[in-house]
């Protein structure tokens, strides 16, 4: 059962450029890197960014859509005007109508979004009324905002005792094997990674690659949590005290880090040549 109830809110002008980065190092502040643009408050947003305040007309806007998934939970949808997704250029300097955006459920962060989709699994949404809620940032991480107010969208979530698309359908019939999961494809290098209690083991460092290599991560987190490989905008799930494995292949070349989202740790950096 879903209820959807959408707020628009609007803040910054359009615009391109910006060079080509990624998020902030290990230890250093959010606004590391800033521009320009707008008027940069001292107040902040819930969750502790500065606001960069931009003049109403021409700034971006943002919807929040959702619909029920046919497995497992439900597909969520930003539709946005007056802003572009910028994964190559995060943690640079702020650029009008240019970032990313961060993705909360009752107030808690469930992820940084590069993209206008979103999987949400029913396992993230217990039982009961939810309120989800997208914000707009610039790359050098301060929140977008008009009159005072950081740029949001709402969306009222109701989930049942049985979330959708978990009746027992599959696309597989029980007698043909399931094919591979992506852990098990082949990788040129493998990096071990351990979360506890706040920490990272081995402390984060670099992890050089070729261009074309494949990668496996292989991370263990006590908690539940998200992993995310900024600029290849690569997600895995991090159910709590299980291993997980993401393998990619390294077909840019750059600076690029792995987080955690719940935890907001870096956990390495990519840099691949």
Not at 63 to 75: I, T
Not at 111 to 116: D, F
Not at 155 to 169: C, D, K, V
Request: glycine share 10%; aromatic share 4%.
């Amino acid at each position: 059962m879903l209820t959807a109830a959408l707020l628009l809110v609007g803040g910054a002008a359009a615009g391109c450029g910006g060079r080509a980065t990624t998020h902030h190092k290990p230890g250093t502040s959010h606004e590391q890197a800033t521009g320009s643009v707008g008027t940069l408050l001292d107040a902040q947003d819930p969750t502790g960014h500065r606001l960069r305040e931009v003049p109403a007309e021409g700034a971006p806007q943002v919807q929040l859509a959702a619909r029920p998934d046919s497995e497992d939970g439900w597909n969520l949808q930003l539709t946005v005007k007056n802003f572009r997704f910028t994964p190559d250029s995060t943690g640079g300097a702020a650029l009008p109508g240019a970032g990313h955006a961060h993705l909360e459920l009752d107030g808690r962060k469930l992820a940084r979004l590069y993209g206008p989709w979103f999987h949400l699994p029913a396992a993230q949404a217990p039982e009961g009324a939810h309120t989800l809620t997208v914000r707009l940032y610039a790359d050098d991480h301060t929140a977008w905002a008009v009159a005072g107010k950081a740029i949001e969208g709402t969306l009222e979530l109701t989930a049942g005792a049985a979330a959708p698309g978990q009746a027992g359908h599959s696309h597989t019939p029980p007698s043909v094997p399931p094919s591979p999961p992506s852990s098990q494809a082949p990788a040129d290098r493998t990096v071990t990674i351990a979360v506890r209690d706040g920490k990272v083991t081995p402390p984060p460092g670099r992890t050089e690659l070729r261009r074309g290599e494949r990668l496996a991560l292989r991370v263990t987190s006590d908690r539940a949590d998200t992993l995310h490989v900024h600029g290849y905008d690569k997600e895995l799930a991090l159910p709590a005290g299980q291993e997980a494995t993401l393998v990619l292949t390294a077909d840019r070349t750059g600076l690029f880090e792995v987080e955690t989202h719940g935890s907001r740790l870096v956990l390495t950096q990519l840099l691949v040549r």
